[in-house]
């Protein structure tokens, strides 16, 4: 036997080591770095966009935010800060004290005196609107020979359209809903006119004071002067008054008299047009005043009304 067979046989085994997991925390780290430079240049840009008032406010703001709120003081009260609250009125009744960057300059904003700034340019528009209808009659042959019916005027309400019979020429016959031709030319041009300004209208009708043989209690005049206004409300959106422009339509019989010492003259059987101010429509959308109903009424309604049965 050989020398070699009697050598052990040694195997050798290397054993490779992995290397160690790679942590997460490089990630977050990062994530840090990210939001701290995204907060940076956020703030950079909000320092460059604002007034140095507005600045100057935020942190008196935060130095003192009691004080600021209670008392005022630019940051507080001031239309031009982010910061809105305190000032003088609290109640905003009668005005705001509007301070400026320099302390001893002021500028007191007056609500009242806004208010009555506002319905004046409201009432130059609607002048404005008066003397465009004037001047389109005037322009106009289908209208120039209907002009002693047409009646306009401003009013508490708004500016106030009055188509009016004349003895010989009425919008409607006796008795009678259905428009005459001429009245439908002259609605469908104010249609045309009307329908330039944003305001809501409103349509009326009214008749003499003749009554109905039956008396009011059938068919009276009250209903006659309802099935003409709203005879004129179908004109008018023919003629291209927009959807919702027309908020209220009603007949008012011979309660509003046009000449009171003569209740038989044709001039009381009319039809008004009232182009209405933000006074008057926000009336007539609240019903005359202010619309709340106590929840605790409301829930009594709601449970008085009978479920609709099925079907």
Known sequence: ????????????????????????????????????????????????????ATREGIAEYFKTPLKVSMSGGSGAGDASSVIQGGGSDLTRTTGQV?????????KTINLEAAKAEAMRKEKAKLEELKAKLDK????????????KQLLIDITAEGLRIQI????????????????????KEILGEIAKV?????NSISLSGHTDATPYSGGERGYSNWEL??????ACRRELVGGGIADGKILRVV???????????DPSNPINRRISIIVMNKQTED?????????????????????????????
């Open 283 to 311: 009336a007539v959308r609240n019903d005359g005043g202010k619309l709340e109903v106590p929840q605790d009424k409301l829930k009594e309604v709601t449970d008085a009304t009978p479920a609709k049965p099925s079907p």
């Open 164 to 183: 009016v019979d004349e003895k010989n020429r009425p919008m409607f016959n006796i008795g009678s809903a259905v428009l005459q031709p001429y009245a």
């Open 225 to 230: 002067s309802a099935d003409r206004a709203n």
């Open 1 to 52: 036997m050989s020398d070699d067979s009697q050598r052990p046989i040694i195997v050798r085994r290397i054993k490779k080591a992995a290397h160690g997991h790679h942590g997460g925390a490089w990630k977050i780290a990062y994530a840090d770095f990210v939001t701290a430079m995204m907060a940076f240049f956020l703030l950079m840009w909000l320092l460059g966009s604002t007034t140095k």
């Open 251 to 261: 007949g008012l019989s011979s309660a509003v008299m046009f000449d009171k010492t």
């Open 194 to 198: 009307l329908n330039d300004v944003p």
């Open 98 to 106: 509007q301070k400026t960057s320099t302390p001893a300059k002021k």
């Open 136 to 147: 389109k009659i005037d322009s106009q042959p289908i209208l120039k020979q209907f002009k």
